[in-house]
């Protein structure tokens, strides 16, 4: 099983929907999360961290849910400048040492 | 925000040479380090992990004598694709961690370097 799974998408869906997308982790352990996107040819760029009691960044709200070891990024009011894939991220510690492990990313197309 | 730099951002070069790429942190110290490779439509893969001073720690499969890491200070770290083959075409990115206004950040990326070897 792998420690970081995304559903691969592609999630193809109109401008002005709302879109979420989940992502399980193995590791009961794990202490940072966060969000990344990663636009075609290009380096992935932290969208945002999430915290233990969510966190929203206008029309992005991200959640976690330690119980069920998961994290979950809603994007309402689609644009079409938010296709892109999404990464997300699992830190196993607090150390500069500490494993980060990506997900393999989920594709989002949105069209007009 | 804290910036990473690569150099270069694109190289082409004829099998059997070798290709020095050059990942810096531009306003912050690096304590880590971490090299990764993305082929097409795939994943990020890690390949090695280096602290400023020390040996890099390579990923299972990555062979450590064709993929040179050299991080010498807290700004700069160098991977040396050495004689470089065709399958080694991909786009290599370097992010780097560290401390960054008092606060242990995650890791930040550089631009890319987007290889091809002919």
């Known amino acids: 099983r792998k420690e970081v799974e995304q559903d691969p998408g592609p999630f193809n869906v109109p401008e002005g929907a709302t879109v979420a997308f989940n992502c399980t982790y193995s590791?009961?352990?794990?202490?940072?999360f966060f969000w990344y996107r990663q636009d075609c040819r290009k380096e992935p760029k932290l969208l945002m961290s999430v915290y233990s009691s969510g966190n929203e960044d206008g029309r992005f709200t991200a959640q976690l849910n330690r119980a069920s070891q998961y994290i979950s990024l809603l994007i309402r009011d689609s644009k079409l400048s938010d296709s892109a894939t999404y990464l997300c991220v699992v830190i196993n510690g607090y150390s500069s040492a500490s494993k980060i492990i990506f997900g393999s990313g989920t594709r989002l197309s949105i069209r007009p | 925000g804290a910036v990473v730099s690569q150099h270069p951002s694109r190289v082409i070069c004829k099998s059997g040479t070798s290709v020095k790429i050059e990942c810096r942190s531009l306003?912050?110290?690096?304590?880590?380090m971490f090299w990764y490779r993305q082929f097409p439509k795939q994943s990020l893969m890690l390949m090695a992990t280096?602290?400023?001073?020390?040996?890099?720690?390579?990923e299972q499969g990555v062979e450590k004598d064709k993929f040179l890491i050299n991080h010498a200070s807290l700004t700069l770290s160098t991977l040396t694709v050495t004689s470089a083959h065709p399958e080694d075409s991909s786009f290599y990115i370097c992010?780097?961690?560290?401390?960054?206004?008092?606060?242990?950040?995650?890791?930040?990326f550089g631009p890319g370097t987007r290889l091809l070897v002919l």
């Open positions: 590791n009961s352990a794990s202490q940072s």
């Open positions: 992010s780097a961690r560290g401390v960054v206004g008092g606060v242990l950040e995650t890791q930040y």
């Open positions: 306003d912050f110290q690096a304590t880590t």
């Open positions: 280096s602290n400023e001073g020390s040996k890099a720690t390579y």
